[in-house]
């Protein structure tokens, strides 16, 4: 329950005197013709003093400020375009008007209808001709000039953070925009966008612990999807060639910068492509945004120059190690590996580890947070890709690339693996793992016989699509671009 407070207490109050005057301080519509970035363009052409009397505006939005002179008034309402100012002369409305205007507070939703003029200091206003309120406020909105300054507040209650911040309004709008450009570029290159089960059976296509759940009808066990690759796969061997899904995935997983539980995942699979090409798409898919949004390939992200420019650097997850490490670890045992990996992370627990596996902790600590400018990691260890295509020339590696910028993973993506037997053998193996590996993946018979129909060479990528959206927003932490982080509840 809100608790009460003076200030709420006076709305409150004001509320009923609205009642009190036969008017209905939540009416069912309001036709709203107008936008407030629409006034400052018509008072261009005017003079100080000199108004636009031959047209009619009618506005909607928030009342921001309100500043009473006698019997006249300046105030400022905002929409989802912006803020504008208003002017009004009490004697020129109707009296429910005006004893309505006394009774309006910071926060109320109003319409409003009148006609441009531009003020003697040359500000662009609308000035006031009737008067109706849409919406009484209960709870005050937060000081003007401080907005929300508790953090944790601002990703509580996005809502006031959205009202008080216009960087954070144009924030989202620019996330809304880059997920619009991506569904372009590939509409232009002929993919086709489909859904896949939120609710899955089987959860695959990833290495990740899933959310469980149960259904009451059927009686059983299902799963918020990890990530919607095996029937993305299916679609492929169904005869569409290029398809795509940007939808949201789920991961119980840990909270940090760069994760949350739920997050938005773009994913495409193209027919008859390896992971040679898709490097080149995925690069020019980057790039594209980055000009969209910047108008270059060269941005700043925390105050440090971030070139998505292609080519972009090419490095194998060995080479890498030998150049950021000096480890060779291909030479390397297991045991040397593991103490290796104890040395960084005593907390570890390396025993049944692969040799992979253990290769890529090295890589996580190592590696991956010295490299800033966009670098695709390539040719990863066979025991961590269960579902990609060996290396055609590396014996125990797998045609696999990971971009990684600015410290941190950006996407995967496979030459994908369409061999049934092996594909078979490669997810009996994640069975057998799993009493000692929860996030290894589960047999899936389903999409065993789907490729045992037959399945193209198959290129496939997936892209995070909070992190494309942090680097081109340059923002910190995925917190800052997703409307409702997941965030433990307060005590």
């Given at each position: 329950?809100?608790?009460?407070?003076?200030?709420?207490?006076?709305?409150?109050?004001?509320?009923?005197?609205?009642?009190?005057?036969?008017?209905?301080?939540?009416?069912?519509?309001f036709i709203k013709k107008?936008?407030?970035?629409?006034?400052?363009?018509?008072?261009?052409?005017?003079s100080e003093g000199e108004?636009?009397?031959?047209?009619?505006?009618?506005?909607?939005?928030?009342?921001?400020?309100?500043?009473?002179?006698?019997?006249?008034?300046?105030?400022?309402?905002?929409?989802?375009?912006?803020?504008?100012?208003?002017?009004?002369?009490?004697?020129?409305?109707?009296?429910?008007?005006?004893?309505?205007?006394?009774?309006?507070?910071?926060?109320?939703?109003?319409?409003?209808?009148?006609?441009?003029?531009?003020?003697?200091?040359?500000?662009?206003?609308?000035?006031?001709?009737?008067?109706?309120?849409?919406?009484?406020?209960?709870?005050?909105?937060?000081?003007?000039?401080?907005?929300?300054?508790?953090?944790?507040?601002?990703?509580?209650?996005?809502?006031?953070?959205?009202?008080?911040?216009?960087?954070?309004?144009?924030?989202?709008?620019?996330?809304?925009?880059?997920?619009?450009?991506?569904?372009?570029?590939?509409?232009?290159?002929?993919?086709?966008?489909?859904?896949?089960?939120?609710?899955?059976?089987?959860?695959?296509?990833?290495?990740?612990?899933?959310?469980?759940?149960?259904?009451?009808?059927?009686?059983?066990?299902?799963?918020?999807?990890?990530?919607?690759?095996?029937?993305?796969?299916?679609?492929?061997?169904?005869?569409?060639?290029?398809?795509?899904?940007?939808?949201?995935?789920?991961?119980?997983?840990?909270?940090?910068?760069?994760?949350?539980?739920?997050?938005?995942?773009?994913?495409?699979?193209?027919?008859?492509?390896?992971?040679?090409?898709?490097?080149?798409?995925?690069?020019?898919?980057?790039?594209?945004?980055?000009?969209?949004?910047?108008?270059?390939?060269?941005?700043?992200?925390?105050?440090?120059?971030?070139?998505?420019?292609?080519?972009?650097?090419?490095?194998?997850?060995?080479?890498?190690?030998?150049?950021?490490?000096?480890?060779?670890?291909?030479?390397?045992?297991?045991?040397?590996?593991?103490?290796?990996?104890?040395?960084?992370?005593?907390?570890?627990?390396?025993?049944?580890?692969?040799?992979?596996?253990?290769?890529?902790?090295?890589?996580?600590?190592?590696?991956?947070?010295?490299?800033?400018?966009?670098?695709?990691?390539?040719?990863?260890?066979?025991?961590?890709?269960?579902?990609?295509?060996?290396?055609?020339?590396?014996?125990?590696?797998?045609?696999?690339?990971?971009?990684?910028?600015?410290?941190?993973?950006?996407?995967?993506?496979?030459?994908?693996?369409?061999?049934?037997?092996?594909?078979?053998?490669?997810?009996?193996?994640?069975?057998?793992?799993?009493?000692?590996?929860?996030?290894?993946?589960?047999?899936?018979?389903?999409?065993?016989?789907?490729?045992?129909?037959?399945?193209?060479?198959?290129?496939?990528?997936?892209?995070?699509?909070?992190?494309?959206?942090?680097?081109?927003?340059?923002?910190?932490?995925?917190?800052?671009?997703?409307?409702?982080?997941?965030?433990?509840?307060?005590?």
């Amino acid at each position: 329950m809100t608790d009460t407070n003076p200030i709420r207490d006076e709305k409150l109050r004001k509320l009923e005197e609205i009642k009190k005057l036969g008017i209905d301080p939540y009416p069912h519509e309001f036709i709203k013709k107008n936008h407030c970035n629409e006034i400052s363009p018509r008072a261009e052409a005017l003079s100080e003093g000199e108004s636009l009397e031959t047209e009619t505006l009618i506005l909607a939005g928030r009342l921001m400020t309100k500043r009473p002179m006698g019997k006249a008034a300046f105030f400022n309402i905002q929409d989802q375009s912006g803020k504008n100012q208003c002017y009004i002369k009490l004697a020129e409305v109707s009296e429910e008007q005006q004893n309505l205007f006394p009774l309006l507070d910071i926060g109320d939703f109003i319409g409003v209808e009148g006609y441009v003029f531009k003020t003697r200091k040359g500000e662009a206003t609308l000035r006031v001709t009737d008067l109706k309120i849409l919406c009484k406020s209960l709870e005050p909105l937060p000081e003007k000039y401080h907005g929300l300054s508790d953090v944790e507040t601002k990703y509580r209650r996005r809502y006031l953070d959205l009202v008080m911040s216009e960087d954070s309004r144009k924030l989202f709008e620019v996330r809304s925009m880059i997920i619009r450009s991506i569904r372009q570029f590939l509409d232009n290159k002929g993919f086709m966008e489909v859904e896949t089960p939120v609710l899955q059976p089987i959860y695959g296509g990833a290495s990740a612990y899933p959310f469980k759940t149960h259904h009451r009808a059927l009686d059983i066990p299902l799963y918020l999807k990890i990530s919607p690759e095996l029937y993305l796969k299916r679609l492929i061997v169904g005869g569409f060639e290029k398809v795509y899904e940007i939808g949201k995935n789920f991961r119980n997983e840990g909270i940090d910068r760069s994760h949350n539980p739920e997050f938005t995942m773009l994913e495409y699979y193209e027919s008859y492509t390896d992971y040679k090409d898709q490097m080149l798409q995925f690069e020019e898919l980057i790039s594209h945004l980055c000009e969209k949004v910047h108008g270059t390939t060269t941005i700043t992200y925390q105050e440090k120059e971030l070139d998505f420019t292609t080519p972009w650097e090419r490095l194998s997850v060995y080479d890498s190690l030998k150049k950021y490490a000096d480890l060779d670890v291909k030479q390397m045992s297991v045991s040397d590996l593991a103490s290796e990996v104890t040395k960084v992370d005593p907390k570890y627990e390396t025993k049944n580890k692969a040799h992979g596996q253990l290769v890529m902790e090295l890589f996580d600590y190592y590696v991956e947070p010295k490299i800033w400018n966009p670098t695709f990691i390539i040719d990863h260890p066979k025991e961590i890709s269960p579902l990609t295509k060996d290396h055609r020339t590396e014996k125990g590696l797998v045609e696999r690339f990971e971009p990684v910028c600015a410290g941190m993973e950006i996407g995967n993506a496979y030459t994908e693996l369409n061999d049934p037997v092996e594909q078979l053998a490669r997810l009996k193996e994640q069975e057998s793992q799993r009493l000692v590996d929860e996030e290894a993946q589960p047999m899936d018979d389903d999409f065993i016989k789907a490729i045992e129909v037959g399945m193209p060479p198959t290129g496939g990528v997936g892209i995070g699509v909070e992190r494309i959206i942090m680097l081109l927003t340059d923002q910190s932490s995925i917190k800052d671009i997703l409307l409702f982080p997941t965030m433990k509840p307060k005590s």
